[in-house]
C-alpha cells in the first residue's frame, strides 16, 4: 500500500507578544514523525496540549510548520510553491468539532454545502446543484433539509453537513480534528458508520485526531500516542490497547471508562 | 505592562506633535491673516501694517516660526493673542476651565442617569418599560442639538425659571458665596441639560446592549443559581463585564472639551468653543493652534484612559495571549 | 431515613414563539436519599438539563412548570418564595453547569468567586468567610492553594476550572450537588480525576449527588443507581450494576450497543458497523399516543403504538417503563 502521508520530524514553535510586548514562546510540536498509507485510519490520541490540534493544522496547510518535511502524494507541502498548494489544498479537507456556532446562521444549509464549490468556481450552476443534492444523500441527509437555517439542525445532523461540505472537493485524506467528541454516543455511532463506509466506497483516508480512545480504537487501523508535542507510541491499534508499551499509554488506557459488558451473544462472534 | 505604557505615551505625545505641525499648516496656508481686517480701515497706513507683521514675525518662514512656538510652549505661554495681546495659554486655561465644569458635570450626570436607566431596561429586555424607553431615545436621538438647545432657551424665556445664556448674573460678584454657587448653578442647568439630553440616548442604549449581552451569559445564569442577590448579580457580575462600557467611559472622557462646542455658542456659555470660534474668525492663528492642541491632549488622553481602564478591568487582557 | 430529594409527577414544558407549549419533562418521579449518588443518562432532548434546571427553578423565561412536586428536605420548592428559594441555591443545594470556562465570571479571582457564594449564604464577617474559602481550596487543590485562589479562570486549565466550580458548589456543605455533564469537555485523565473528587466528596461530606451525563460508560463503578431519560420520561432505574450490565429496556439497550466496545477480547468487532438506533429523537416524541420510543424500538409491537407503557417493577428496586414486560 502506498503512502498516502508522510510527516517527517515536524516541529512548530509559536511565538508571541503579549498585552505588554513581552515575547514568549511556545513549542506545540517537538519533531512529529509518522506515515499514513492510503485507504487506512491513523487516529492520533493524547491528552488536551498534547498538540494534537497542532498537527491537525500543520497537516491541513491551514499553518506552517517551524521545520520538518511533510510529504503528501510525493509533493513536500512545506516547500511547495502556492500554485502547487493550491491544487492540493482541496485534496486535505479538515471537519472540526461541533460548535453550535460556527456555521454562518444567514445561510441554508446548501448555500454552506456549495460553498467550495462556488468558490472553486469549476462548476455551472445546475451542476453544482446536482452534485449538492446528492452530496447531501451520501452522508445520509434528506433533501428537505436544504433550504432550512442551520440553527434548525441537530449535532449529528450539523456535522454531516460538515463532512458533506468536505466531500464537495474530492478529498482523498479527511481530518477529523475532535469532530465527534460533543455528541450523543448513539450519534456517534452513526456518523462512525458513515465514516466506515466513506471509505470503503471511496477509499478515503482518515486522520482521526481526539481524546476518545474508544471512538479510536474502534475506527483506526493505527493509534499513534501524543504527548508534549511528541508521538510517544505507535502501532496497530490492538497491539497498542492490549501491549500499550509507554506509561503515558497505560495511563491513559486506564483512564477510559468502560461499560461492563455481559458475554457477547453468540451472533456476534 | 511598563513597556506597553511607556510605547503608548510616546505615540500618544508623537500624535501631539504630529497635529501641532498640521494645525500650524492648516492655519497658515488658509488665507489671510489677523491683520487683514484692518486693512479694510482706511486710518490705518500699510506701513503700520507691515511693521505689525514683522513686529509678530508673521513674514518669518513656517519652520522658524513653529520652532519658536515650540519654544513658547516650552515657557507656558503657548503664543501670543493679536486680539487679546496676551499670551495665549491663561486664556485657553480660563475659558476651558469654563468648558469642563459644563462638560464633566454633564459626563457625570448622564452616566448616572444612563447607568441604571440602561440596566434596567436590559432586565425588562423586549417588555413594556424596555420598549418605552427604546422609543424615547429613539426620539431624542433623532431631535438634532441645536434644535434642543434653542428649544430649553424658549422654555428659559417663557418661564423665566432660568437665564437665557453667559455663566454669571451680572451682579456676580457682589453676591455672597452660597448665592454665588446657586447663580451658577442656574446659568449651567440649561446647557448641562442639553449635553445630557442629547448624550443620554447613545449611551442608554450602549448600556442596555452591553448589559443584555451580559445578562445572557452563562456565568450569570450560574452565579444565579449559587443564590446570588439580585443586586450583587447585576453591579458586580453583570456590569463589570460589560466590557465596552469602560472603553465608552474612555472615550466620554476624551470627548470633554471637543463636545460642547455648538451648545456654548448657542447658550452664550464662555467655554472653549466660542472662543476658538472667534478666533478662526479673526484669524487669532496662535489661539487657534491652541485650542486645538488642547482639545487633541484631552482627546489622545481620553482613549489612552480607554485602552488602561480595559487593560486593568479585564485580566484576561492583561495576560500573555499564550496558545494552549 | 428521610429522602433528600423527591420529584413527583413532574411536568415541565417549553413555550415556542409561536406560542404553543412543546412538553420536555412529563411525569418524572424518583426519590434520592443522602448520601446517594443517582447517574441520570440522557441523550440531547431527553429533558436531562431540564430537569436540573427545574430542581432549583432556573427555567429560562418561556419554560413552564406545570404539574408536580420537588420535596426537598420535605419541603416543596416549586412552592417556596424566592427569598428561601435563593437562599437553598448554593446553600442546601448546588448546581454545577456544562462548560466551566463558561459558568465561572471571566474578570474575578476564583477565590473571590467562592467567597461571593459564602457571603450570599452567611453572613458571618470577613474573617470567617476568607478562612473558610481558604479551607475549601485546600480541599480541593492541595498543591497551588493559594496561586489557584488567585487566579483568574483562563489561568487555569480545563480541569482546575472544574475544581473551582466544584469549589463553589460544596463551599456552603449543601445536601445535594446535581452535575449537568460536568466532565465532558475534559480529556479522560482529568474526568477520571474529576470523579475521584466527588467520590472523595460523597465519603467526607456525606453529599447526594444527581450526575446528568450521556456517557453510560462515566457511570460504571461511580453511580449508586441509574436513571435513564428519553423524550422527558423515565424509561428505566434501577441499581447501576444492574442496568448497565443488563438493561431491560430496549433504548437502554440499543444504547450500549452503539458504543464499540473496545475491550472485550473479540477483536473481529472492531471497525464493524455499530448497531444503530434508527431514527431520531424528535420533539413530537412526546406528543404522540402511547409509547414515545416506539417508532425507533427494536422490540415493538402493535400495541406499543396504542398504549403508553406503564412503569413495571422488575424488582424490588428496578423498574421499566415498557409494555414488554406487562403482565
Known amino acids: 500500500m502506498e503512502l498516502l502521508l508522510k510527516v517527517e520530524n515536524l516541529v512548530k514553535r509559536y511565538a508571541r507578544r503579549n498585552f505588554a510586548g513581552a515575547r514568549q514562546e511556545f513549542l506545540a510540536l517537538d519533531g512529529v514523525s509518522f506515515a499514513v498509507s492510503a485507504g487506512t485510519t491513523l487516529a492520533i490520541v493524547g491528552e488536551s496540549g498534547s498538540g494534537k490540534s497542532t498537527l491537525a493544522s500543520c497537516i491541513a496547510c491551514l499553518e506552517t510548520p517551524t521545520s520538518g ?201 | 505592562m511598563m513597556r506597553y505604557l511607556l510605547r503608548r505615551l510616546a505615540h500618544a505625545f508623537l500624535l501631539v506633535i504630529g497635529v501641532s505641525i498640521l494645525a500650524f499648516l492648516f492655519t497658515t496656508l488658509a488665507p489671510g491673516n489677523y491683520f487683514d481686517e484692518m486693512r479694510l480701515n482706511p486710518q490705518i497706513a500699510p506701513e503700520t501694517l507691515v511693521a505689525l507683521r514683522t513686529q509678530y514675525q508673521l513674514n518669518r518662514p513656517l519652520p522658524v516660526r513653529y520652532a519658536s512656538w515650540v519654544n513658547s510652549v516650552l515657557h507656558g505661554e503657548m503664543g501670543f493673542s493679536f486680539a487679546y495681546n496676551t499670551s495665549v495659554a491663561p486664556l485657553l486655561l480660563l475659558r476651558a476651565k469654563n468648558t469642563l465644569i459644563l462638560t464633566v458635570t454633564a459626563t457625570l450626570l448622564a452616566w448616572a442617569i444612563a447607568l441604571p436607566l440602561g440596566v434596567w431596561s436590559a432586565e425588562r429586555l423586549g417588555q413594556f418599560p424596555d420598549r418605552l424607553i427604546s422609543w424615547s431615545t429613539a426620539a431624542l436621538l433623532v431631535v438634532p442639538d441645536l434644535a434642543l438647545a434653542l428649544g430649553l432657551l424658549v422654555l428659559a424665556l417663557r418661564t423665566g425659571w432660568f437665564p437665557t445664556g453667559g455663566m454669571a448674573s451680572v451682579d456676580f460678584e457682589s453676591l455672597s458665596s452660597l448665592n454665588k454657587i446657586r447663580d451658577l448653578a442656574l446659568h449651567m442647568a440649561l446647557p448641562v441639560a442639553t449635553l445630557v439630553l442629547s448624550a443620554l440616548p447613545l449611551l442608554v442604549r450602549h448600556v442596555r446592549a452591553a448589559v443584555a449581552d451580559v445578562l445572557d451569559a452563562p456565568f450569570l445564569l450560574a452565579a444565579e443559581g449559587h443564590g446570588i442577590p439580585r443586586r450583587t448579580l447585576l453591579f458586580r457580575y453583570a456590569l463589570p463585564a460589560a466590557n465596552p462600557l469602560v472603553s465608552l467611559f474612555g472615550f466620554s472622557i476624551g470627548a470633554l472639551l471637543s463636545g460642547s462646542l455648538l451648545v456654548e455658542v448657542v447658550m452664550s456659555w464662555p467655554g472653549l468653543g466660542p472662543f476658538l470660534l472667534e478666533a478662526i474668525l479673526a484669524r487669532d492663528i496662535y489661539v487657534v493652534i491652541g485650542g486645538v492642541l488642547f482639545s487633541t491632549i484631552f482627546l489622545v488622553a481620553g482613549n489612552f484612559l480607554a485602552d488602561m481602564l480595559l487593560y486593568w478591568v479585564d485580566p484576561r487582557i492583561r495576560s500573555a495571549s499564550t496558545p494552549g | 431515613m428521610a429522602s433528600v430529594l423527591e420529584i413527583q409527577n413532574l411536568h415541565v414544558s417549553y413555550r415556542s414563539r409561536e406560542g404553543d407549549s412543546r412538553p420536555v419533562l412529563s411525569g418524572v418521579n424518583f426519590t434520592l436519599m443522602p448520601g446517594e449518588i443517582l447517574g441520570v443518562l440522557g441523550e440531547s432532548g431527553s429533558g436531562k438539563s431540564t430537569l436540573a434546571a427545574s430542581v432549583l427553578r432556573l427555567l429560562p423565561p418561556n419554560g413552564l412548570i406545570g404539574k408536580g412536586t420537588v420535596l426537598f428536605e420535605g419541603k416543596d420548592l416549586l412552592q417556596a418564595e424566592s427569598e428561601e428559594l435563593r437562599q437553598i441555591r448554593g446553600g442546601r443545594i448546588a448546581l454545577i453547569y456544562q462548560e466551566p470556562s463558561l459558568a465561572l465570571h471571566p474578570t474575578i479571582r476564583v477565590g473571590e468567586q467562592v467567597r461571593q457564594v459564602l457571603a450570599a449564604h452567611q453572613s458571618s464577617p470577613k474573617k470567617d468567610l476568607n478562612e473558610r474559602t481558604r479551607e475549601v481550596f485546600t480541599q480541593l487543590f492541595p498543591q497551588e492553594t493559594d496561586r489557584i485562589r488567585r487566579s483568574y479562570p483562563h489561568q487555569l486549565s480545563g480541569g482546575q476550572r472544574q475544581r473551582a466550580l466544584i469549589a463553589q458548589a460544596i463551599a456552603c456543605h449543601p445536601a445535594l450537588v446535581i452535575a449537568d455533564e460536568p466532565t465532558a469537555a475534559l480529556d479522560p485523565t482529568t474526568q477520571m480525576e474529576i470523579l475521584g473528587v466527588f467520590r472523595t466528596l460523597r465519603e467526607t461530606l456525606g453529599l447526594a449527588m444527581i450526575f446528568i451525563t450521556h456517557n453510560p460508560a462515566l457511570l460504571s463503578g461511580f453511580a449508586d443507581r441509574v436513571l435513564v431519560l428519553y423524550a422527558g420520561q423515565i424509561v428505566e432505574l434501577g441499581p447501576s450494576e444492574t442496568v448497565l450490565r443488563s438493561p431491560q429496556h430496549p433504548y437502554t439497550k440499543a444504547l450500549f450497543e452503539s458504543i464499540p466496545a473496545i475491550f472485550e477480547e473479540n477483536e473481529k468487532i472492531r471497525k464493524k458497523r455499530l448497531p444503530v438506533i434508527a431514527g431520531s429523537s424528535s420533539s413530537q416524541s412526546l406528543l404522540r399516543q402511547g409509547c414515545s420510543f416506539e417508532p425507533r424500538c427494536a422490540d415493538r409491537m402493535d400495541i406499543c403504538r396504542k398504549r403508553e407503557p406503564p412503569l413495571v417493577k422488575l424488582s424490588q428496586t428496578h423498574i421499566v417503563s415498557c409494555l414488554k414486560y406487562e403482565e
Open chain 1, 69 to 269: 518535511n511533510l510529504w503528501f502524494e510525493g509533493t513536500n507541502l512545506v516547500q511547495a510553491a502556492e500554485r502547487e498548494l493550491r491544487k492540493i489544498r482541496p485534496r486535505i479537507q479538515l471537519i472540526f468539532p461541533d460548535p453550535a456556532s460556527s456555521l454562518s446562521a444567514r445561510w441554508p444549509v446548501f448555500g454552506i454545502l456549495v460553498e467550495p464549490l462556488v468558490l472553486q468556481g469549476k462548476l455551472n450552476r445546475n451542476e453544482m446543484k446536482k452534485r449538492g443534492f446528492s452530496l447531501l444523500e451520501r452522508v445520509g441527509l434528506s433533501p428537505d433539509i436544504a433550504w432550512r437555517p442551520p440553527s434548525e439542525l441537530s449535532g449529528g445532523q450539523r456535522q454531516r453537513l460538515a463532512i458533506a461540505r468536505a466531500l464537495a472537493l474530492d478529498p482523498v485524506l479527511l481530518i477529523l480534528d475532535e469532530a465527534l467528541s460533543a455528541l450523543d454516543c448513539s450519534v456517534q455511532a452513526q456518523i462512525a458508520n458513515l465514516l466506515l463506509e466513506l471509505q470503503s466506497s471511496l477509499t478515503m483516508t482518515l486522520l482521526f485526531i481526539t481524546h476518545d480512545l474508544t471512538m479510536a480504537a474502534h475506527l483506526a487501523d493505527e493509534i499513534a500516542v501524543m504527548s508534549h508535542g511528541r508521538i510517544i507510541e505507535h502501532g496497530p491499534s490492538a497491539e497498542v490497547l492490549r501491549n500499550p508499551r509507554q506509561e503515558a499509554t497505560r495511563q491513559l488506557l486506564a483512564a477510559v471508562p468502560r461499560l461492563p459488558r455481559a458475554p457477547l451473544p453468540a451472533a456476534q462472534q
